[in-house]
C-alpha cells in the first residue's frame, strides 16, 4: 500500500497563525479527548472545536489527530523501505519520538486559493496506529517552520487505553450501565463507541460485544420505521448469511423503537453469531442505534447483558 495514502488520510482546512514556540517535551503532551495519541502542540494552539485535535484561535493552523488501524504503520514502513526516495518528489523522513520511530511527510499544496504547508505523519501505537496531520498556510512558515513542525512531531506519545469516564463523557448520550464489559473502546470520538469482551479488537466477534451511536435520516412517521429498521439492519458490517428472524416494534424506556434480530456468521473464524438492533426513535431526525452480537451458544446469557446497557441509555 502507498506511504502517500496513508499520510493523506484525513484532510485539514487550511491555516495561518501569529508567531508560535514549539513545544518541547513529550511529558508535556496532551492527549486530546477520545484517542489514544498525543502531542505537546505548539505555543498559541488550544483544543480544537470541530475536529479531534488542535488549532490557533484564529483558525489558521490546525493539528488533525486520529488512529488508523495498527496494520497502517507496517505498511508506511515497508514502503519507506522500498522506495526511501519517496513517490512524486515527496520524500518521508523518520524521526524518533516517545512512541518509537515515525515517518512523515513535507509538502506544499492549496486550499482553495491559499498556499499552504502540509505535514503528515503517521507512528505506531501497538495496537493502534497513530496519524497527524498539520496544515499551516505558506504566508506563516517563516514563524512555523519544518523544523518547529518535526519538534512538535518528536513530543508524539501514546496510551494504551482512554479512560472509561473520558469516552463515555464525549457520547452525546449517558451511559449508565455497562454490565461488566471488560473492553470500552471510542469507535469515533462523540459519535461511536464499542463495548466488548473479547482480548483484542482483532477477535472481537468470538465473544459479546456491543456498538452504541446515532443513525440519521430517521424517519418520524411510525409506519416507516419497520422498513428503515430493515435497511439498517441489513448494513451492519461484518456479516455473512445474514438471515432476519425478528423484525417488530418496541417501547424502550418509554419511547417508541424497533427491535430487529438477525442470525449470521462472522469474523474470520466464521463465528455463528445472533444480533439484535434496537432504534430508539425521539425528536427529530436521529435515532439512538444499539447493535449487539454475541456467538449463538452464549446468547442467551448476553442478551440479558444487552438490554441492561440499552436500558440504562439516557438521552442528555
Do not use: C
Not at 480544537?48 to 507496517?74: N, Q
Not at 417488530?248 to 469474523?267: H, K, L, M, N, Y
Amino acid at each position: 500500500m502507498n506511504l502517500i495514502r496513508h499520510l493523506r488520510a484525513a484532510v485539514l482546512v487550511a491555516a495561518s497563525l501569529p508567531p508560535l514556540i514549539a513545544a518541547a517535551h513529550a511529558a508535556d503532551a496532551t492527549y486530546p479527548r477520545g484517542i489514544r495519541i498525543g502531542l505537546a502542540p505548539l505555543e498559541g494552539l488550544a483544543p480544537a472545536k470541530s475536529f479531534v485535535g488542535f488549532e490557533s484561535a484564529d483558525g489558521e493552523v490546525k493539528v488533525l489527530m486520529t488512529e488508523l488501524p495498527p496494520a497502517a504503520y507496517g505498511e508506511v514502513e515497508a514502503a519507506f523501505k522500498a522506495q526511501p526516495e519517496g513517490v512524486g518528489g515527496i520524500k518521508p523522513q523518520s524521526l524518533e519520538t516517545a512512541s518509537g520511530k515515525a515517518y512523515y511527510t513535507v509538502e506544499s499544496g492549496k486550499d482553495g486559493d491559499t498556499p499552504v504547508r502540509r505535514y503528515s505523519m503517521i507512528v505506531s501505537g501497538g495496537a493502534f496506529s497513530g496519524y497527524v496531520a498539520v496544515q499551516v498556510a505558506e504566508k506563516r512558515s517563516a514563524a512555523v517552520t519544518d523544523d518547529k513542525v518535526r519538534e512538535m512531531f518528536g513530543t508524539v506519545t501514546t496510551r494504551k487505553d482512554v479512560p472509561v469516564d473520558e469516552q463515555l463523557a464525549l457520547m452525546p448520550f449517558k451511559i449508565t450501565e455497562l454490565a461488566n464489559f471488560k473492553m470500552v473502546r471510542t469507535l469515533a470520538p462523540g459519535s461511536a463507541l464499542l463495548l466488548g469482551d473479547a482480548d483484542s479488537e482483532a477477535k472481537i466477534e468470538t465473544a459479546p460485544f456491543m456498538v452504541l451511536g446515532l443513525i440519521g435520516s430517521a424517519p418520524d412517521k411510525s409506519d416507516e420505521r419497520a422498513r428503515f429498521a430493515q435497511q439498517a439492519a441489513a448494513q451492519v458490517p461484518g456479516l455473512r448469511d445474514a438471515r432476519i428472524t425478528l423484525s417488530e416494534p418496541v417501547r424502550i424506556d418509554g419511547a417508541q423503537g424497533f427491535e430487529t434480530r438477525i442470525e449470521a456468521v462472522s469474523g474470520a473464524d466464521k463465528t455463528p453469531v445472533t444480533v439484535v438492533q434496537w432504534l430508539r426513535f425521539g425528536g427529530g431526525s436521529v435515532a439512538v442505534r444499539v447493535i449487539a452480537s454475541a456467538p449463538r451458544e452464549g446468547w442467551s446469557s448476553a442478551f440479558p447483558r444487552f438490554r441492561a446497557v440499552r436500558d440504562g441509555i439516557r438521552m442528555r
